[in-house]
C-alpha cells in the first residue's frame, strides 16, 4: 500500500530548485543526480523546463526532499476515465522512487513495489496463469489487464445510446408532424389524381419515394455535419481537459447506422401521413 | 371569443397535426428537464452525501484528493491543536487502506479499509448490530463492515475476519453491520480504529492521517472554521463542503455539465424549430382566414394573441406532459449511470430541485415567444383586400 500511496504523493508535491542552485543540487549519495521525465501537464503548470533540478518529497511539508534532474517531458497515455484530472505526473526509476518513498524504520520497505505488470508470451494463457499464481501466492491480488471493456465506458456508451432514442422519438413525432403538413398542403393534388384515375397505391408508392429522398437527403446531410463538426467538437473538449483524447469520431459504422435508421423512418412517416389522408373519399379530398 | 379558445379550435381543426406537435414538445421537453436536472445532480446529491456525515469542513496536507496526496504528518499533535480552535466542535483524523481477504470461495478479495475514531457524527450509519468500541489491550480489535462484505463472507455481529497475510494472522471481530455514505454498489468496506487500522496495516506509519474530518461550532459556519484552521496551521489545506464542491463542479464533475448543456441547447433548439414550422406552416395554410378576420375588424394585436395563444397552447401542453415524462426518463437514465463503478451508490446524477422545475418553465416560455415571431411578422403584415382577393380566385 504504502508504494502506491507513494507515488502519488510524490507526484503530487513539487518544488523547484532555484536556478542558481542548479549546478550545485547534489545527490543524496554524492553521485549524479537521478533523472526524471514530467508530463506536459506538470511542465506547464509549474514553468519547468528539460535540464532544470527539481526537490521531489514525500512529505507535504517537503521533509527529506531529493533533487531531480528533468531529462524529457512526456506526454501522459490518455486515460479516459481520467480525463476530467490534471496530469501532473512524473516518471523515474523505480530505485529512485522507493528511496525517495521509503520509511527508513520499515524493514523492506525499499523492496517493495504496489503492482507488478506482466507481459505473457501467449496472451491465451492470461487465465490460467493468473489462477496458478493466485492459488501460489494467496495475499497476492492477480487482476487481468484488459482493454477497450472499461465498465465505465460501456455505461457512458448505454447513456448515449438511451439519449439518442429519446432524441430519435422526438425527432420523429417532428417528422411525422412535417409530413402530415406536407400531405395536408397536397390533399386536393391527391384528390385530382384519384379523380383522373391513379390508384391510391399508386399515389402512396409516390409518396414513399418523396419520404425515402427526403430521409436520405436528410440523414446524409446529418452524417456530414457530423463528420465536419466533430474536429471542433474534439477541439474544445481537447482543449477544456488539456487531453489528446478523442470525444467524438464518426465512424463508416457509425454514419452506417445512423443512415440505416433515418431511412425506414423517414420513409415509414411519409407513408402514415400519405396513407391518413388517401383512405378518404375522394370528394372529402375534394373539399366536396 | 377569447385568444385562448380561437386558439384551441384552430388547433382542434388539425387533431394528429397538433397532437404530434405536443409530443414532439413533450419529448424534447423531458430531454430539456432531464438535462437541467444532470447539470447539477451530481453537484446536489454529492453535497446530500458530504453532509449526510456531520463534518463540514475536510483537512489534508495537500491540494490533492484525499488519499491521493501526502498524508498529515504528526497527526496527533495536529488534531490537539485543531481541537483547542474554538470555532472547532469536532475534530476526527481518518485513514484509508485497501486490505485482502481470503474469500469463501479461496479467493482473495479486496476489501477497503477505513480507520478512524469510534463514531462522532454520521462517518457511517449502524444498521444491525453494536457499533465500534473502542479496543480494549487484549483480544482481537472491533470491525464494522458494510453489508456488500458481509453478505460476501457470511458475516455478522461476532464474526471473525481474518485479513489475508502471509505473516501473524490479523483478526478482528465484527461488532456491528454499518452503511457507509460513500460506499460503491458492491464495494466491501469495513471500518476500524486507528489502533485497528496499524494492526491491519503493520507498515503503515502510526502517526498519520489521510484526512481530518472536522465540524464547526454551531452558529460558526465552516467558512470561519475553515479561516482558523488557515490562520493556526497555513501548512494544512482546509476546504469547506462549498470549496469541495466548486472544484468537483469545475474538474471531476465538468463533463456531465458541459454534455447536459449541449443536450440542453439543442433540445431547445429543436423544441424551438417544431412549434415555429408548426405555427408557421399553420398560418401559411390560413392566410385567407386572417385576412378575413383582419377585415372583419380583429386588430393585428388581435391576430398576435391569437397565434401567441396558439403557441402557448402547444408548448404548454408539451411542457406539462414534459414534467413527469422527464422524471420517469431521468429514473432511467439515472439508474444507467449509477452503474458505473466505484461511485457511491447514494451518489445520483438526476436530482430534481425547484430551480430546474423553474428554468424549464421558464425556456418554454421563451420558447413559444420566440417561436410565435415569425408567424406573427407574417400575420401582422399580411395585406388584406390583396390576399383576399387572390383567396377568391383561386
Redesign the interface.
Known sequence: ??SR?GL??LL??VVTAPRAAVAKAPDAAGGPTPEILVSRGLMRERGLSVGQVVMLS????G?GARPFRIAGIYEPTPDPSR????RLEARMHLPDLLALTA?PG?AG?VD?VGAINIALKDPADASAFAREL?ARA????VVRAAAGDD??FV??E??HV??SV??M???T??L???M??RA??RREIAGLLRLLGLRRRRILLQALLEGLCIAAAGAVFGVLFAAVTQGAVNAF?QW?YDTTLAFLRVTPAIAARCVALALPLGVTAGLLASW?LLRRPVLDLLRR | MSPLQFAWRSLSRQPARALLGLTGVAVVGALLFDMLMLSRGLIVSFRDLLESTGFDVRVTATEALPGMGPVVSEAAATVEALRRLPELAAVVPVRFGVAAVDARDKKTREVAIIGSETRRRGEWRLVQGADLAEDSAAGRPGMVVNRTFARDQGLGPGSIVRLASTLTPREFRVSGIVEFPFEAAGERMAGVTLNGFTRAFPSARRDEADLLLVASQPGVGAETAVSAIRRARPDLHAFSIDEVLERLRQAEFSYFRQVSFVLATIASFFALLLVTTLLTVSVNQRLGEVAALRALGFSRRRITFDLLAESALLVGGGGIVAVPLGLLLARVLDSILRQMPDLPSRLHFFVFEPRALAIHLAFLVLAALVAAAYPVILAARLPIAATLRKESIS
Open positions: 500500500m504504502s500511496r502519488l504523493l503530487a508535491f514525500a512529505d507535504a511539508r521533509a480525463f476530467t484530472a490534471k520509511d520499515e520497505a517493495a493466485g494467496p495475499a497476492v491480488s465498465a465505465h455505461i457512458i448505454r447513456f438511451a439519449i429519446v432524441t422519438i422526438g425527432s413525432a417532428f411525422l408532424a412535417l402530415v403538413i395536408d398542403e473538449f477544456r391518413t
